[in-house]
């Protein structure tokens, strides 16, 4: 039957328009394909959006920038790492990428983003850092977790794949005062360069590093300590670095995506609120909003059935993708993750809210290309596959 579906309406679409096209093209023509010129503007364009007075360093993906962000603040072999269970592996198979180990803990029922209070009963004389992620896009409690790291001494990395753009307390997610900050450009995310992240810090000495661990370990001005007379073909290992860079093809894109952000935020916004208003009634929890005043990027559409629904999550996902209606599951909780669960011995019960919003959860279809009609068509599906 599903291949009967004409007209399947996707779960995610980006939207890319002819200026990050024509740009693309002329960095082909230019001949200049990998890290350049565009990559350099980017990450300057990218810095003036969120206000100034922070580096943002271009990379092939969040979880390059989360790896670079973490190996910057020093993490490794016997340190832990507090993090969310209710996120995307990328989150936490960085800690590993070090030696080191995740702590995971619970979700906040109202936000579904880390849980402070479970934050601070799980942290150890090992604990170093801490990696929230502002879950759909809707900040995590911020002003406590920071108060809670400078209490302890600890680092803190967001993951902001979701967050861009999203606010807490009225100020921007990038521009706090965490060490680290990084976002996904991955073709679902709020601005996509196909590939692509954003590692941004207020720590020149981190940005230092994070950019020569970014290529190789390079490090060119190691030379003009000596002499500004460096020839170009000079260069320095200091480090056994890795291949994170951005391509000029991919921040071509970047560039113009980054100018509609706010724009594309808007259309979210409005489609979520057709949702919330269509759903109203139905035995469905809609997703948490931002607190007021603060923005909330829309990145994500999480709801989830109530206990009145007469159908369960698995068979009304079936049921909408029977009538041609692509959604997805956000996410599986990483303590029922083989590998996660096995090597931390992690069971349900410890993590009891998220456990319960995963068996219940769907994320709807939210895009800016999604027409009115779309989210009506979504919306009568979701009707139906209620039954
Ligand atoms: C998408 C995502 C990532 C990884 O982003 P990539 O750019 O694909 O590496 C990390 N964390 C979360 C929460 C994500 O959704």
């Known amino acids: 039957m599903k291949n009967s579906v004409v007209n399947f309406l996707p779960f995610a679409l980006p939207e890319i328009g002819d200026e990050e096209i024509t740009e693309v093209v002329q960095a082909l023509r230019s001949g200049w394909v990998t890290t350049g010129p565009k990559a350099k503007q980017f990450e300057s364009d990218f810095a003036d959006y969120l206000g100034g007075g922070l580096e943002a360093i271009a990379v092939n993906s969040a979880t390059a920038g989360l790896h670079l962000g973490l190996e910057a603040m020093g993490i490794g072999s016997g340190d832990e790492v507090i993090t969310t269970t209710h996120t995307f592996t990328a989150t936490a198979e960085v800690i590993r990428y070090l030696g080191a180990d995740p702590v995971f803990v619970d979700v906040d029922a109202?936000?579904?983003?880390?849980?402070?209070?479970?934050?601070?009963?799980?942290?150890?004389?090992?604990?170093?850092?801490?990696?929230?992620?502002?879950?759909?896009?809707?900040?995590?409690?911020?002003?406590?977790?920071?108060?809670?790291?400078?209490?302890?001494?600890?680092?803190?990395?967001?993951?902001?794949?979701?967050?861009?753009?999203?606010?807490?307390?009225?100020?921007?997610?990038g521009t706090l005062e965490s060490d680290v900050t990084v976002f996904s450009f991955y073709a679902n995310k709020t601005i996509t360069t196909g590939e692509g992240g954003m590692l941004v810090t207020r720590d020149p000495e981190l940005a230092k590093r994070a950019r020569v661990m970014r290529l190789h370990g390079i490090n060119r001005d190691a030379f003009d300590r000596f002499t500004s007379k460096a020839p170009s073909w000079y260069y320095e290992i200091v480090a056994p670095g890795f291949k994170y860079n951005m391509t000029d093809i991919a921040a071509s894109m970047g560039i113009h995506q980054l100018k509609k952000a706010n724009a594309f935020q808007q259309k979210r916004a409005h489609i979520a609120a057709l949702y919330d208003e269509a759903l109203a009634g139905l035995p469905i929890v809609r997703p948490p909003h931002a607190a007021a005043g603060d923005v909330h990027s829309w990145h994500l559409y999480v709801t989830q059935l109530t206990d009145e629904a007469q159908v369960s999550r698995d068979v009304f996902i079936e049921r909408l993708f029977a009538q041609g209606i692509g959604c997805s599951v956000h996410y599986i909780p990483l303590h029922l993750q083989p590998y996660w669960r096995d090597t931390y011995k992690l069971t349900p019960e410890m993590f009891p809210v998220s456990q319960r919003v995963f068996e219940r959860t769907v994320s709807l279809p939210l895009y800016t290309r999604m027409s009115e009609a779309d989210v009506a068509r979504v919306v009568a599906a979701v009707k139906v596959a209620l039954g």
């Open 110 to 173: 109202a936000t579904l983003c880390i849980d402070v209070d479970a934050v601070a009963r799980a942290i150890t004389p090992r604990t170093k850092a801490i990696i929230p992620v502002h879950f759909a896009g809707r900040s995590a409690d911020m002003t406590r977790l920071l108060a809670l790291a400078k209490q302890h001494g600890l680092k803190v990395m967001e993951d902001a794949a979701h967050a861009l753009p999203t606010t807490c307390d009225g100020r921007l997610i």
